[in-house]
């Protein structure tokens, strides 16, 4: 209370009433408000097949499914993970520092299909795979059993079950196929949304009273003629806070910041600043197979993103090129031996 803010846990908002501006709790209870905020983020999308409530069939979101995975990992031997997006890969990569057997299985023809350049699949399919993780594209998942019934949630996960027939021995299993906006309260109050709660560059929602910020968002972005996303990352959620606080205390708005993300994988950092839309062209700074390279999104001259894999450079310098719109000498920009300061044509 000392900064004027009181903090209430374990009271759940079930309903937001815009006429009467207040919001009710579970148990009934009410408050008022002048300006109110939505940060209610995201969760894991489930997969809706046969056995999916088997113990040991696990997601990633929060610190308490990080703590139980942990020991999860700390006793199992093998490991299947569904999904080979960051969040698989990641997964992947402390599963085999623990020791565990480890499978990827991803729908798609090559992991990280629908976050990244060829490139950078091909890269991280190698690493995973020269590291003991066997990696499985095209893989459709039907359905799990368990040590008793196939859907009895009291027994624990034992295998899993393919499109093609085959059957997978697990001891624990991961999933990690991406994540759904927590958007009932706003959709239910008759907001705009859209993937998740549709805000403008202030982060305010279609009621001029109610903003929303992070993982719950659909957003423009200004860097990309305002396309359209829902970004989940925590650069996003503190750029939003920024601007809805900027806008409620009526100060001047910060500058739009561009899009980053990071993922750790073994002894790798990924860095990726900006969004490709998939149509830009790309180039290759450095050598993959040296564990030094970033691949760079342009359209022109014009840097649109990077993914920078241990390439602190390339990520710093690239993300300020995208946010200034200076060409660039793509000739240069390929050329490891000239430094990034060098790349930019004119002053």
């Known amino acids: 209370m000392a900064q004027g803010i009181e903090l209430i846990l374990s009271r759940s908002v079930i309903a937001i009433d815009r006429a009467a501006k207040d919001i009710t709790f579970a148990d009934g209870g009410k408050a008022v408000y002048d300006i109110l905020i939505i940060a209610t983020g995201s969760r894991p999308r489930l997969l809706a097949v046969p056995g999916a409530s088997l113990q040991g069939i696990l997601s990633l979101r929060t610190i308490a499914d990080a703590d139980l995975l942990k020991r999860f990992l700390s006793a199992a031997c093998d490991v299947i993970i569904i999904g080979g997006g960051y969040v698989g890969l990641e997964v ?17 023809s090559r992991c990280l299909a629908r976050v990244a350049c060829q490139p950078l699949s091909s890269f991280f399919e190698t690493y995973h795979r020269s590291r003991g993780v066997t990696i499985v594209t095209g893989a459709e998942v039907m359905g799990f059993s ?10 624990s996960v034992r295998s899993v079950e393919l499109s093609d027939g085959r059957t997978l021995t697990a001891d624990v299993v991961v999933v990690g196929i991406g994540a759904v906006p927590c958007d009932e309260l706003a959709r239910a109050a008759g907001l705009q949304c859209v993937n998740g709660i549709a805000v403008d560059a202030q982060a305010r929602t279609s009621d001029g009273s109610i903003y929303a910020i992070g993982d719950v968002t659909w957003r423009s972005l200004s860097h990309y003629d305002d396309l359209q996303l829902r970004l989940e990352s925590v ?3 503190l750029e939003q806070a920024r601007q809805a606080a900027c806008a409620i205390m009526q100060l001047p708005a ?8 990071w993922s750790d994988q073994y002894n790798l950092k990924l860095q990726i600043a900006g969004v490709s839309s998939g149509r830009a062209d790309h180039l290759v700074r450095g050598v993959p197979a040296q564990e030094g390279f970033a691949v760079f999104h342009h359209c022109g001259d014009r840097i649109i993103a990077v993914e920078a894999v241990n390439a602190v450079p390339e990520f710093m310098i690239g993300r300020q090129l995208i946010a200034s719109r200076r060409p660039v000498s793509l000739a240069r920009l390929a050329d490891r031996t000239v430094p990034m300061k060098d790349v930019v044509i004119g002053p």
Request: hydrophobic residues 40%; glycine residues 8%; without cysteine.
């Open 92 to 108: 992947a990569a402390s599963a085999r520092s623990a020791g565990a057997a480890v499978t990827v299985l991803e729908r798609e």
């Open 146 to 155: 368990g040590a008793g019934s196939r859907e009895d949630e009291r027994h």
């Open 235 to 237: 650069p996003n959620a």
């Open 254 to 261: 910060p500058l739009p910041e561009v899009p980053w993300f």
